[in-house]
Structures are given as C-alpha cells and as structure tokens.
C-alpha cells in the first residue's frame, strides 16, 4: 500500500512539475526571441536557467517551491525502495512532505501561468496597445520640447484591469510619444529625419523599438555597437589623426546596421489617438505642475 501511494503521489508530482516546466519554458522563448536571442536557445540547459533567473527575476519562494523539493522528493523515493519490504506504511513525515510538496507545486504553477500572461501583455502577444493608459515620462522635468523644470510623470487612465504589464508597456509608449513630439518640433524648425538610428540599452528591446517606429511613424535602424559615446569619441580621434579622411568616410567604416524596424501602418490610427491624448495632458497640467 505505501509504495502504491508513494508511486501515486510521484506521478501527480511530477506531472505538476512537467506543466510548470513546459510553461517556464514557453516564457523563456518569447523572452528570448523579443531580446533579439534565438527561441531555440531555451533549450540549452544551464544557459536557459541563468538566463531566465536573471531576466525573469522569480522570487526566492518559487525556486524553494520547486527545485529542492525535487531533491527530497528522490531522498524519500529512495527511502521507500530501500523500506520497501517493511510493513510500517507511509510515515506520517512522509504524507507531510508529500502534500506539501504537491501544494506548493500548485502555487508555483499558478505564479508561472500570471508570469506568462503578464509577459505575453507587456510584449504584445495578446495585445499591443494599451487601453487608455498614457504615461507622461517627465520625471526630472523635461527640456526638448517642453522646457519645463516643473512638469512631472504622470499615468492617467488608471482602474482596476490594468496589471503590471500594462503600466511597462504604457511607460514604453509614453517615451515613444515624447520622441514624436521632439521629431514634430524639430520637422516645425525645418529638420526633418525620415530614418532614426537608436543605441543605448533601450534599443536592445525589440519590442520597445518597434513601439517607437510604430509610434513615429519612421524606420528605426539599431548599428552594431550600442557605446555611441565611445564611437563617437573614437571617430574623433581617427579624423582629427588622418587615419579618416573624414566622417563620412569614418562612419562608413565603423557603424554596422545590425537590424531594421519598420513601423506598422495598421496600428498608426490607434497610435494617433493616443498621441492626442498625451499632448494634451500636459497642457492641462502643466499649471498644476507649477503649484
């Protein structure tokens, strides 16, 4: 009897641990594939763990609920073979560690089903816009194009179903929205730029980017080496010592286009509203913001 509910209790368990598994997995692909890695890659084992630990952040409690039981687990199994031919029944420790296991297993699995939904959100898999919530990214005040020492972040648009992944995906709008303002006051001083060239760390986010080309409406182009300052520095140095012959001819030399992004013209409408509304909510605040 106790090794036929010991038998049970693994293939429940195990089965548990096999849907988290699968799920843990499915989000490892989507991060992978948004950040510009190959989907495949979740495969490779110590790789994958890392990776998704670090990126995916999961708490302290979800690698308990699930990596060190699986060591217990196999301690009891082996437990069970070696008493197998004493007649004292499943231990009481025994159905405790079991059934805790299975339900902290169960919690796991639930925490991985929210995790996925809220990344599937926040990157667009299941929704690319996010419904009335607008972010203004004014954190420390705003010089181009507002020139306002005083004007401060605001999201507007906040209840009750809006997530986690809605004010990340919000925040990312909300920065695209301000570099179309800044091409718009820009295209008003006579400067107009049909192709953006991105770098930084934010440009590293796929997603992010093609936000910003959907957003503007412009081809954005990511080059090879996101250390524009010491590009910078360098091609300096190469002109000013001859071995360019000038920036033209440095920069031709040094930036490789690694990607494109072109911008969706089905989301333009959408985008448009939402732009709208975020000019104007900053010329309705900005007294407020001066009190």
């Known amino acids: 009897m106790a090794g036929s509910s010991y038998i049970l209790f693994l293939t429940v368990y195990y089965s548990l641990i096999a849907i988290q598994t699968v799920i843990f997995f499915i989000s490892g692909w989507i991060i992978f594939s948004k950040a510009g890695e190959k989907g495949w890659k979740i495969l490779i084992p110590v790789y994958n763990f890392v990776t998704l630990l670090r990126v995916v952040r999961r708490p302290l409690w979800w690698a308990l609920c699930v990596y060190v039981p699986v060591v217990l687990v196999i301690a009891c199994g082996a437990y069970y073979l070696i008493m197998s031919g004493v007649p004292i029944g499943m231990p009481v420790l025994g159905i405790f560690v079991g059934v805790l296991f299975l339900i902290s297993s169960i919690f796991a699995i639930v925490y991985e089903i929210k995790a996925l939904l809220a990344l599937c959100d926040s990157f667009g898999v299941t929704r690319w816009f996010v419904l009335g919530l607008i972010f203004l990214p004014y954190l420390a005040g705003e010089r181009s194009p507002v020139w306002d020492a005083n004007a401060k972040g605001v999201f507007f648009g906040i209840d009750f179903s809006k997530t986690k992944a809605h004010f990340t995906r919000a925040v990312m709008e909300g920065v695209a929205y301000s570099l179309r303002h800044n091409l ?10 049909d192709i953006l060239r991105v770098m930084g760390g934010s440009a590293n986010s796929l997603l992010w980017t093609q936000i910003k080309a959907d957003v503007t409406g412009r081809r954005l182009e ?3 080496s996101d250390t524009a300052t010491a590009l910078g ?11 360019y ?5 440095a920069a031709a030399k040094t930036v490789r286009i690694t990607r494109a992004h072109e911008p969706d013209l089905s989301k333009r409408e ?7 509304i975020y000019r104007k909510l900053y010329e309705n605040l900005k007294s407020l913001m001066s009190e």
Do not use: Q
């Open 233 to 243: 520095a360098a091609i300096l140095a190469g002109v000013g010592t001859g071995v």
């Open 222 to 224: 990511v080059p090879s």
């Open 245 to 249: 012959s000038g920036f033209e001819d």
């Open 270 to 276: 959408v985008y448009d509203k939402g732009y709208k």
């Open 184 to 193: 718009e006051t820009a295209k008003e001083a006579g400067a107009e730029a």
